[in-house]
């Protein structure tokens, strides 16, 4: 049986996090299932400048739900939601890495698509 990619980079993801890093949970709405999380998730954390390390859960039934992030360590390209462009970049990308105590070097790519890119923090 094969993993889908998603699950396969998730995975990969998860064990390159370092050991030390610091997980607390960010409300998201309702949440309804695995697939709607993997939708959620990335963006909530990605808008504060972390990962989403796969883990939520329900906190209201019906009403609300957190996903649990964990701030990226230095130096490091830091999810940030969709980018659709260089401007949108600068609108996003210097308040996700200073998030982190960091600068934007003023790069970024997009990851996925229509869905995710990335802030290149240092």
């Given at each position: 049986m094969r993993l889908p990619k998603l699950l396969t980079a998730l995975f990969f993801l998860l064990i390159a996090l370092p050991a030390?890093?610091?997980?607390?949970n960010v409300e998201a709405g309702p949440i309804w299932n695995d697939g709607d999380a993997q939708a959620k998730?990335?963006?909530?954390?990605?808008?504060?400048?972390?990962?989403?390390?796969g883990q939520w859960h329900t906190t209201v039934?019906?009403?609300?739900?957190?996903?649990a992030c964990e701030k990226a360590s230095p130096g490091r390209e830091i999810?940030?939601?969709?980018?659709?462009?260089?401007?949108d970049a600068q609108g996003k990308c210097?308040?996700?890495c200073f998030g982190n105590g960091l600068s934007w070097s003023g790069q970024w790519r997009t990851t996925v698509q229509g869905r995710m890119s990335v802030c290149d923090c240092r």
């Amino acid at each position: 049986m094969r993993l889908p990619k998603l699950l396969t980079a998730l995975f990969f993801l998860l064990i390159a996090l370092p050991a030390s890093a610091q997980t607390y949970n960010v409300e998201a709405g309702p949440i309804w299932n695995d697939g709607d999380a993997q939708a959620k998730c990335p963006r909530v954390c990605g808008g504060l400048g972390a990962r989403w390390n796969g883990q939520w859960h329900t906190t209201v039934q019906g009403q609300m739900s957190v996903c649990a992030c964990e701030k990226a360590s230095p130096g490091r390209e830091i999810q940030a939601g969709p980018i659709w462009n260089n401007a949108d970049a600068q609108g996003k990308c210097p308040s996700i890495c200073f998030g982190n105590g960091l600068s934007w070097s003023g790069q970024w790519r997009t990851t996925v698509q229509g869905r995710m890119s990335v802030c290149d923090c240092r």
